[in-house]
Nanobody
Framework: VQLQASGGGLVQAGGSLSLSCAAS????????MGWYRQAPGKEREFVAA????????YYADPVKGRFSISRDNAKNTVYLQIYSAKPEDTAVYYC?????????????????WGQGTQVTVSS
């Protein structure tokens, strides 16, 4: 499975940005998909995740109410919509996918990672 993230860029604080991540290859075992981010000098952190059918979503506390994750299984693509962007959202954003149907909240790890896309929020 290959994941290709796109849509990053520069946005002003309070603005919006949309990220997408397209999966290709042997995608049928893919269940949950998610987004992580890594800011300079910090560890990579969880941002959001979505179940295979899209009915269940998870968000990290710092982004709740401002980010929205969705997916289009017909296009094998997961999206992350960023609203009310803050300078602290500046990071490289990575999409991820896993085969295990158990949600990441159980400790189940992601199997596949995209290359990352830079998001910069100016104040």
């Amino acid at each position: 499975v290959q994941l290709q993230a796109s849509g990053g860029g520069l946005v002003q604080a309070g603005g919006s940005l949309s990220l997408s991540c397209a999966a290709s290859g042997s995608i049928f075992p893919i269940n949950e998909m998610g987004w992580y981010r890594q800011a300079p000098g910090k560890e990579r952190e969880f941002v959001a995740a979505i179940s295979r059918g899209g009915s269940t979503t998870y968000y990290a506390d710092p982004v709740k109410g401002r980010f929205s994750i969705s997916r289009d299984n017909a296009k094998n693509t997961v999206y992350l919509q960023i609203y009310s962007a803050k300078p602290e959202d500046t990071a490289v954003y990575y999409c991820a996918a896993k085969q295990d149907p158990q949600p990441y909240t159980t400790g189940s790890r992601y199997d596949y990672w995209g290359q990352g896309t830079q998001v910069t929020v100016s104040s």
